[in-house]
């Protein structure tokens, strides 16, 4: 079985400060990892994701993800938060043998200007 | 290129109704899955489609159901409304079945209201 932990319900930042998601998962071979958006009323945007090979991975809008195997975790991460950024993250994670996608609960961030 | 669209956008029921909503995938995309997100148990998977066959099936009852045309869209079914299947209904369209790792392309989502 494959699942993704996001710890933190809310992330509260300053604009200009740096902005890190957490997201943690558990699959029983390699997996295949993202990170999406959501804007109220809106559906989910694709960020980044990872496949294989360099663990940071470079994404839309300047977001950046790492992947630690060892930690199981692909955090989030944006170097200079806007308040534009403020929105709904979902981490998803895809075993490399299986097709289903499970997605994290979601991690909502408020940027304050 | 054109986005994924879905019809309607919003849809009001009673229970014990029924309802279908419809999916159009990003042209040349041949897999549609179909989510279903509540406040409660966030995004949870409903079942994915290719090649008008259903490869993967989430847990939920058999009320809910899908099917996939040839030219790729895709419609979902519910029947026998309850009041626990109001929820945001996403669909989302990826390139290729065959390599796993392609991202999924969200449309704006069916949001349905059982009264």
């Known amino acids: 079985a494959q699942s993704v932990a996001q710890p933190e319900d809310q992330v509260n930042v300053a604009e200009g400060n740096p902005l890190t998601v957490k997201c943690t998962y558990s699959?029983?071979?390699?997996?295949?990892l993202f990170w999406y958006v959501q804007y109220p009323n809106r559906g989910l945007q694709f960020l980044l994701k990872?496949?294989?090979?360099?663990?940071l991975v470079k994404g839309s809008y300047g977001f950046e993800a790492e992947f630690n195997k060892s930690q199981t975790s692909f955090h989030l991460k944006k170097p200079s938060a806007l308040v534009s950024d403020s929105a709904l993250y979902f981490c998803?994670?895809?075993?490399?043998?299986?097709?289903?996608?499970?997605f994290g609960a979601g991690t909502t961030v408020t940027v304050r200007a | 290129k054109a986005g994924v669209t879905q019809t309607p956008r919003y849809l009001i029921k009673t229970r014990g109704q029924q309802v279908t909503l419809s999916c159009s995938p990003i042209?040349?995309?041949?897999?549609v899955s179909w989510y279903q997100q509540t406040p409660g148990q966030g995004l949870q998977f409903l079942f994915e489609?290719?090649?008008?066959?259903?490869?993967n099936k989430g847990n939920f009852p058999g009320r809910f159901s899908g099917r996939q045309f040839s030219n790729s869209r895709s419609e979902m079914n519910v029947s026998t409304l309850e009041l626990g299947d109001s929820a945001l209904y996403l669909c989302?369209?990826?390139?290729?079945?065959?390599?796993?790792?392609?991202?999924?392309?969200f449309g704006p989502g069916t949001r349905l209201t059982v009264l």
């Open positions: 989302a369209s990826s390139l290729s079945p065959v390599t796993n790792y392609n991202e999924q392309f």
């Open positions: 699959v029983s071979g390699n997996p295949y």
């Open positions: 990872y496949i294989t090979g360099d663990n």
């Open positions: 998803a994670v895809r075993d490399v043998n299986d097709y289903k996608l499970s």
């Open positions: 042209s040349g995309h041949r897999s």
């Open positions: 489609y290719f090649s008008e066959t259903q490869r």
